[in-house]
């Protein structure tokens, strides 16, 4: 098993489907860069019928397919198409891929804080609808 690997739109055009498939199973992080559009679209259809949750970043008109075929579409703000920008799930404003990230760490905070207000409304509520229910 591979813990990292990086194909480009040159060597994926030598790859069979079936060898592809075998990349994607065998390594843990792969990146896939230099892609043709509608290479990019493969490898995206590729991952999901894997199983596969996946992201896909473009700036161009050519990039909108994978972008909206993508279970997270990005799309550069600045530099990017408006379709492939009306496409996408979300919008990098300063495209910036550490934004991504850090984008990613604020959602993640922002969700455990709503699981904590929802237990903490919960937990609250419970004596008040058991006080009301016994009287």
Known sequence: RLSAGLVTGDD??????DLVE???????DIVFARMKPEQKLQVVETCQRLGAVVTATGDGINDAAAIRRADVGIAMG????AYSVKCADIVLMDD???SIVSGIEEGRLMFENLKKILLYTLSSNVPELAAFLLS
Do not use: S, V
């Open 12 to 17: 994926l055009e030598k790859m069979t489907p």
């Open 22 to 28: 075998d990349i994607l199973l065998r390594t843990d």
């Open 78 to 81: 600045q530099t990017g198409a």
């Open 96 to 98: 910036n891929f550490a």
